[in-house]
T-cell receptor
């Protein structure tokens, strides 16, 4: 079952914050986050392996609420380089030893000067 | 440097023809994956492999096949191309199920 991302699209001004949510109807083992620029391949951002885990680097961080079967990606003080489409990929508990990702439909983020 | 490559980068073919897309990685990763990307659908898993001689069907495997004869390569074959298979195809690999997937640059396939 494909996880649901919200919002589908967001437009920001430089310096503003954004939150992208990823919800699953199935119990999750882990959540991956990727960013894709137009015409390019997806690039890994971070992986959250444990319920309640939070990770981050620079001004991008994420949390994973295993009980609620959801993850959120936080972009703080956005920069022009943050523009792109963000995908969450989920690994269900039944697939924990396989790494098989099911991706959400993506959230398009546009940062304007 | 280790990398993952795909070829061709662009392909135009006709309905009914057999097409093979190549994927080659030099990381010696066990896990390899094929996805297709269409507007509004995100990335959908076609086939995946956890090692030599191992292949598994993903969520949209109809009309596609893969084989894994060595660690480095996982070619994707469209047995009889259909217009519905016009898409961008990405190959990916990972060292194991707990780590990130590295994506190739993609192949844009058009079936006329």
């Amino acid at each position: 079952q494909q996880p649901v991302q919200s919002p589908q699209a967001v437009i920001l001004r430089e310096g503003e914050d954004a939150v992208i949510n990823c919800s699953s109807s199935k119990a999750l083992y882990s959540v991956h986050w990727y960013r894709q620029k137009h015409g390019e391949a997806p690039v890994f951002l971070m992986i959250l392996l444990k319920g309640g885990e939070q990770k981050g680097h620079d001004k991008i961080s994420a949390s994973f609420n295993e009980k609620k079967q959801q993850s959120s990606l936080y972009l703080t003080a956005s920069q022009l380089s943050y523009s792109g489409t963000y995908f969450c990929g989920t690994v269900g508990h039944g697939s924990s030893n396989t790494g098989k990702l099911i991706f959400g439909q993506g959230t398009t983020l546009q940062v304007k000067p | 440097d280790a990398e993952i490559t795909q070829s061709p980068r662009h392909k135009i073919t006709e309905t009914g023809r057999q097409v093979t897309l190549a994927c080659h990685q030099t990381w010696n990763h066990n896990n390899m994956f094929w996805y297709r990307q269409d507007l509004g659908h995100g990335l959908r898993l076609i086939h995946y492999s956890y090692g030599v001689q191992d292949t598994n069907k993903g969520e949209v495997s109809d009309g596609y096949s893969v084989s894994r004869s060595n660690t480095e390569d996982l070619p994707l074959t469209l047995e009889s191309a259909a217009s519905s298979q016009t898409s961008v195809y990405f190959c990916a690999s990972s060292v194991d199920s707990y780590n990130e997937q590295f994506f190739g640059p993609g192949t844009r396939l058009t079936v006329l």
